[in-house]
């Protein structure tokens, strides 16, 4: 069965440093996102992507966060430099259509990548 | 920004019982979506309810959405241990030029043997 994976699933770093993250959705997927869960919350959206274009990044910390989607297929997401209150569950998501007005169907999720900033 | 609030915020149930959970939220709706995610993992998705749609099943969940109300619930019947996790509700509304999907804050359910 089809899968998203994400890299790693755990990382540790010390604040100041920069830290990245890896997605890749299941193929033929265009919609990827990017969603941030802090411990007992609900996962919030960081960015979204059609393609490899940028749909919605607006709730994304541009002075620290970037992201991206070269060729339209895997992704990655980076945050430097990461500071304490960025320690959380990092969730890539990707789904079957696209953000137009079909969307959004069922999404399909990673495992995570569970940040811990000292 | 989270759109769905869930009700209650946690639930303790023996085995065998019966879990509801309630969703509500503000705006209007293209679908609701319920999210399943055991501790540490991803989030599973279980069941969609379109916005024309009243009430939807699958195995033991029964959805049944009331828009007039703003409001979903999640019923599980005859309850598992293996049914302990966390419970989401995301609502899909068109914002912007797209259609969006927002989480609530989520049920944190235990079921005990």
């Known amino acids: 069965e089809a899968e998203v994976a994400q890299s790693p699933r755990y990382k540790i770093t010390e604040k100041s440093q920069a830290v990245a993250f890896w997605c890749d959705p299941i193929?033929?997927?265009?919609?990827l996102y990017w969603y941030r869960q802090i411990l007992g919350q609900g996962p919030e959206l960081l960015v979204q992507f059609q393609d490899e274009s940028v749909v919605d990044d607006s709730q994304l910390p541009k002075d620290r966060f970037s992201a991206e989607r070269l060729k339209g297929v895997d992704s990655t997401l980076k945050i430097q430099p990461a500071e304490l209150g960025d320690s959380a569950m990092y969730l890539c998501a990707s789904s079957l259509a696209g953000p137009g007005l079909w969307g959004t169907g069922e999404l399909f999720f990673g495992e995570g990548s569970r940040l811990t900033v000292l | 920004s989270q759109q769905g609030e869930e009700d209650p915020q946690a639930l303790s149930i023996q085995e065998g019982e019966n879990a509801t959970m309630n969703c509500s939220y503000k705006t209007s709706i293209n679908n609701l979506q319920w999210y399943r995610q055991n501790s540490g993992r991803g989030l599973v998705h279980l069941i969609l309810i379109r916005s024309n749609e009243r009430e939807k099943h699958s195995g033991r969940l029964r959805v049944t959405l009331d828009t007039s109300k703003k409001s979903s619930s999640l019923l599980i019947t005859a309850s598992r241990a293996a049914d302990t996790a966390s419970y989401f509700c995301a609502t899909v509304g068109f914002s912007g030029g797209y259609n969006k999907l927002i989480f609530g804050a989520g049920t944190r359910l235990a079921v005990h043997p």
């Open positions: 193929s033929g997927h265009a919609t």
